[in-house]
């Protein structure tokens, strides 16, 4: 530490011819100032208790000089505990809202007119008869199926022709698995399979990250069979129905080109033609959930 002092006469008062200062400082090792002050101290009046030992102006320059230090130390630790806060502060927002925007990537301006969308699902039937083998005998009928709920795999091409408004086709594959049945000797073995090709409209809000929709199409169903039915060689039977499909679902867009479409239908196919609703349709529901890319 280094100081410049300069002496004052004051007549006519005790302590006359008392010292000051009018500027200090303090250094660290290498010489380079780290706390500079300039104040008039004053030295005490001759009789205080440290005057006879170090003189009148020693003790309010100690004293001066340790409550600059401490407001320095102090300042200095508040402004450390300030770009703290600040930088907290800084991360929190970039956290909360900045990597939000970022994934949303330049999805702000929602559905483009003449968008091209192509995408692939995999998802469940519900409801819909698998592979059925009956043998029948003078004892009566036995049967086995391979159940009502399959799994489906499936794809899709659209484009939108307006904002709010997709033109998609669709198809889906579904394995109806396999069945046997034997009765008295005789035996009945079967596998299925079934597909849908649909044309639909789906209705869309021109949402820009998570968008519901609601759909409505039509077009086939086809259903085939294979194996052989009491010594009877069936080889590649099918039928194919018309069909209406009605559903909803969401697309959830991850970026600009990317999202994941998700949705539930219920499909009706007109299986025969006897002039009963009840007999002559089959309904079955279909849940689809796949990636979607768009072209622009």
């Known amino acids: 530490m280094a100081a410049r002092t300069r002496r004052e006469t004051n007549s006519g008062r005790l302590g006359s011819g008392r010292e000051a200062a009018d500027s200090y400082w303090v250094t660290d090792s290498s010489g380079q100032k780290v706390l500079e002050a300039k104040h008039t101290i004053r030295a005490e009046f001759w009789g205080n208790a440290v005057a006879g030992s170090v003189g ?35 991360f929190v927002l970039v956290a909360g809202f900045g990597l939000p925007i970022l994934a949303q990537d330049a999805r702000d301006s929602g559905t483009v007119r ?21 043998v029948c005998t003078s004892s009566g009928c036995v049967t086995n199926d391979s159940g009502k709920t399959h799994a ?18 669709d198809f889906s594959y579904t394995p109806l698995g396999s069945a046997s049945a034997t009765s008295r000797g005789l035996t009945s073995n079967v596998s299925g399979s079934g597909m849908t090709f649909h044309g639909a409209l789906d209705f869309q809000p021109n949402f820009k990250r998570f ?34 499909q009605v559903g909803g679902g969401a697309r959830v867009y991850l970026s600009k080109r990317v999202g ?23 309904r079955f529901g279909m849940f689809k959930a796949g990636v979607i890319f768009h072209s622009k």
């Open 152 to 169: 489906t795999v499936g794809g899709q091409f659209g484009v939108a022709a307006a904002r709010w408004l997709w033109v998609v086709s």
């Open 211 to 244: 968008a519901p929709f609601g759909s409505i199409g039509w077009g086939v169903f086809r259903q085939s069979a294979d194996g052989n039915l009491v010594g009877s060689s069936v080889a590649n039977l099918s039928n194919n129905f018309f069909s209406g």
């Open 114 to 134: 003449g968008t091209l969308e192509v995408g692939a699902y995999t998802g469940a039937t519900f409801g819909l008869q698998g592979a059925l083998a009956v």
């Open 56 to 90: 009148q102006l020693a003790h309010p320059f100690a004293d001066k000089i340790a409550k600059r230090i401490k407001n320095a130390k102090f300042k200095e630790r508040r402004s450390i505990m300030s770009f703290n806060r600040t930088a907290l502060t800084v």
């Open 260 to 282: 994941i479409k998700v949705g539930v239908y219920g499909i009706s196919a007109k299986v025969a033609d006897t002039g009963s609703i009840a007999n002559d349709y089959g």
